[in-house]
């Protein structure tokens, strides 16, 4: 990702949108699977929780922590489509 050393750059910060809107998306589709054992309200608040971190983190410019932002929603991502709520983030 990174062009810019410790800030991310513009350039960066477009190579990247395209794969955080992917992300997003399919952690909200996800959040609507049948496995998980969430009732419509709890469903809501999940996704007004996914909304507020992806949009407190498009403010990030830092290259490292916009990395680790990607890489949780990552994890996040792959553990909805096994059926569980992710309940910690791993270090």
């Known amino acids: 990702m990174a062009k810019g050393l410790i800030w991310a750059t513009a350039e960066d910060l477009a190579r990247n949108r395209e794969r955080v809107l992917s992300l ?11 496995k998980l054992p969430l009732t419509l309200g709890a469903r809501l608040a999940k996704k007004a929780e996914v909304r507020t971190i992806f949009m ?12 680790d932002l990607i890489e949780t ?18 270090t």
């Open 56 to 67: 407190l983190g498009s403010d990030e410019r830092s290259v490292h922590n916009i990395d």
């Open 24 to 34: 997003y998306r399919q952690i909200l589709r996800s959040l609507n699977s049948p």
């Open 73 to 90: 929603a990552e994890y996040c991502l792959s553990r909805l489509k096994k059926g569980e709520i992710p309940k910690y983030i791993p």
